[in-house]
């Protein structure tokens, strides 16, 4: 069964400058989509990106951006130029290809502050 | 606006007593999801529907029922069985069957057990 782990169960960065998240996942399955979600305070899950095992370019979307790494089987997330809004739970997903009720599997989570 | 609503934000429960936690989409989605999250865990999967009429049990549904009787509703209830119901439920949605479609959440239900 696939797994994925976040190791950091919480992380702070100062107002305006990168934050890196981490992420791994345990898979033996070569086609499969990634995700990051974040949780604001107001608890509403809401999609920061997603990236697809097949693609070689890291996906970007704005100021997040990923590190898809996939024979290390990583998946970090950038947040340049952290704002305060920033502020929230990041989780990590994962959804095989292979899976015909097409689950997520999520991370346990990291903890992001924005120190102003 | 589309959306997923839940409702209420909060509930109470007494001991023994089966509650439903409401969950409703006008996004025009085939499959909905139900999730319990704990401090410290991921997102761990209750019940999910692709299809009105049919559903099937998530990684914890023991103490849980759910019903699909129209394709936006999705209620999810906790019942006597469940022995700690204590936790923040999501509801989600999405296009049934591809694989990079992301899933949409409501709020969440914060269900206490008093």
């Known amino acids: 069964a696939q797994t994925v782990t976040q190791s950091q169960p919480e992380m702070s960065v100062q107002e305006a400058e990168t934050v890196t998240l981490s992420c791994t996942y345990d898979t033996s399955e070569s086609d499969y989509y990634l995700f990051w979600y974040k949780q604001p305070p107001s608890r509403q899950m809401i999609l920061v990106i997603r990236?697809?095992?097949?693609k070689q370019q890291n996906a970007t979307e704005n100021r997040f951006s990923v590190n898809f790494q996939k024979a290390a089987k990583s998946f970090s997330l950038k947040i340049s130029d952290s704002q305060l809004g920033d502020a929230a739970m990041y989780f990590c997903a994962y959804r095989s290809a292979y899976d015909s009720n097409y689950q997520l599997i999520w991370g346990a989570g990291t903890k992001l502050i924005i120190k102003p | 606006d589309g959306g997923i609503t839940q409702s209420p934000k909060y509930l109470f429960r007494k001991e023994g007593q089966n509650v439903t936690l409401s969950c409703e989409q006008n996004?025009?989605?085939?499959?909905m999801y139900w999730y319990r999250q704990d401090p410290g865990q991921g997102l761990r999967l209750i019940y999910y529907?692709?299809?009105?009429?049919?559903?099937q049990k998530g990684d914890i549904a023991e103490g849980y029922s759910v019903s699909r009787e129209k394709k936006e509703s999705f209620p999810l209830t906790v019942t006597s069985a469940q022995k700690n119901p204590t936790a923040f439920y999501l509801c989600?949605?999405?296009?049934?069957?591809?694989?990079?479609?992301?899933?949409?959440f409501g709020q969440g239900t914060r269900l206490t057990v008093v």
């Open positions: 989600a949605s999405s296009i049934s069957r591809q694989i990079n479609t992301e899933a949409f």
């Open positions: 990236q697809e095992a097949y």
């Open positions: 996004l025009n989605h085939d499959a």
């Open positions: 529907s692709q299809i009105v009429n049919d559903f």
